[in-house]
């Protein structure tokens, strides 16, 4: 994480101090650093620029306004998946042609408003879902593009959790439905069955899942187009896998030079829909040490922030790196084994399990590091906890781009009967 370094023993975020922010906006706080998050998005466009890619940012990722706004400002297209994620795409100006939106549950509701917005395409997952976007563009009088998501079967290893490209997953259609759907084009006037998409899984750290998927692909293509079947687009999704712990993820251009040629082969115009490789290593979450406790067997570092403000080590038994905001000495014998855990009344509530980590004190200040993808997106009220600020940092100015939610916030929408009152 380049841009979260230590400078005189301090944690840094770009050219802030991140005790500086804890002072300003207090814990649990999410820090993302700008450069990075454009940082990421120019290196796949610069890797991929024979192949002029659409960049179609994966806005569950994170789906901080400032930050769909700084990439799409950059020129990045989103990759939505809900009808709050089209909502926040237009807020940010996003041209209504540089969206797609995927999904395998999308509401008749969601699928009008897409519509009448004009997206690029759907990537639709099941033939009663083209069903039903026909039958909705007919009510519409309009004709809508979609691309169809294939579900390659190729094995991506990654966590099963994270896993979409096997036909065991909920996820696209398999290559006999997406022929058939393709060769009975005409019964559905009302749609322009422009592309195929796939997104076989997240954190994939290694080009081969995608050069058999893309392989898969190519000959699909070929057989389609011996039967005068011609596509305009070619969607390799996301998934591209950053580094949390030891892993050695492709770089932009190792996956570039795996991947450029068979993209080439194709002609066709190529979407891509990145989330955590732009995101992932962008952001911390800042939390303070508020108690330490042992038992017979273990040590306990509790802080205070819980698995409702990132949930991944709870739900994926993720690994994140966890650092000091204030280096703290390595001395011989300082080092404890500990698991370092969160408020939340469940015993999933954790960021590490038996983690050696320089001895920590209560009110020492900890990063957890690589929170910037799934990390706020996925937050909750669990425990009817607020959900922490979010601060974007760009070189030595930071701005508050989500304030930390108030007890008001949270039963907004609640209402008690009027027999109960
Ligand atoms: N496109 C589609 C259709 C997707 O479903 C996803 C992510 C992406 C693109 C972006 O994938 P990425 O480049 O970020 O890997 N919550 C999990 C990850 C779930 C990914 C869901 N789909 C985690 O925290 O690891």
């Known amino acids: 994480m380049h841009e979260f370094k230590y400078r005189n023993k301090q944690l840094y975020c770009e050219g802030v101090k991140i005790q ?12 993302y650093s700008y450069h990075t998050i454009l940082g990421h998005f120019i290196k796949l466009k610069i890797a991929f620029k024979k192949s002029k890619p659409l960049i179609c940012y994966s806005v569950k990722a994170n789906s901080n306004l400032a930050i769909l706004r700084a990439l799409v400002k950059e020129g990045a297209g989103l990759d939505i998946v809900s009808g709050g994620e089209l909502f926040r795409a237009i807020k940010v100006g996003c041209p209504p042609e540089r969206i797609v939106y995927a999904g395998v549950g999308k509401t008749e509701k969601e699928i009008k408003e897409a519509i009448k917005i004009g997206i690029l395409f759907f990537n639709v997952e099941s033939i009663s879902e083209l069903e039903n976007i026909n039958g909705i563009s007919k009510r519409l009088n309009k004709i ?12 991506p290893k990654t966590h099963r959790f994270i896993t979409t490209g096997r036909l065991t997953n909920k996820f696209g259609v398999d290559f006999k439905t997406a022929y058939k759907i393709l060769k009975m084009r005409k019964d559905f006037k009302f749609l322009n069955i422009s592309g195929l998409h796939i997104h076989i899984g997240s954190q994939i750290t290694s080009p081969l899942p995608y050069v058999s998927a893309i392989g898969k692909l190519l000959n699909f293509i070929r057989k389609l187009r011996k039967e005068g079947i011609e596509l305009e687009y070619l969607n390799i999704g996301g998934g591209l896998g950053i ?71 709870a739900l994926y038994d993720a690994y994140h790196n966890i650092l000091p905001l204030k280096m703290i000495p390595q001395r011989k014998g300082n080092a404890q084994k500990v698991d370092i855990v969160g408020p939340i009344c469940e015993s999933a509530d954790f960021f590490a399990k038996n983690r050696t980590i320089p001895k920590l004190k209560e009110n020492h200040y900890l ?55």
Do not use: H, W
């Open 20 to 31: 500086d922010l804890v002072k300003r906006f207090s814990t649990p706080l999410y820090v």
């Open 144 to 155: 809508t593009n979609v691309a169809i998501r294939i579900n390659p079967d190729v094995e």
């Open 243 to 313: 580094i949390y712990n030891k892993e050695t993820p492709q770089t932009a251009e190792e996956f570039a030079k795996r991947l450029l040629p068979l993209l080439k082969k194709s002609n066709l115009k190529i979407i891509m829909e990145p989330g955590r490789f732009i995101v992932g290593n962008a952001g911390v979450l800042v939390t303070k040490v508020l108690y330490i406790k042992s038992t017979s067997k273990k040590k306990f570092v509790i802080v205070d922030a819980g698995m409702n403000d990132l949930i991944r080590p």
């Open 367 to 421: 990063a957890i590091m690589g929170a910037g993808a799934y990390g706020f997106s996925m937050s909750s009220n669990y425990n009817s906890r607020c959900r922490p600020a979010e601060v974007l940092v760009k070189e030595d100015k930071f701005y508050l781009i989500r304030e930390r939610e108030a007890y008001n916030d949270l039963i907004d929408n609640e209402v008690i009967p009027e027999f109960l009152r």
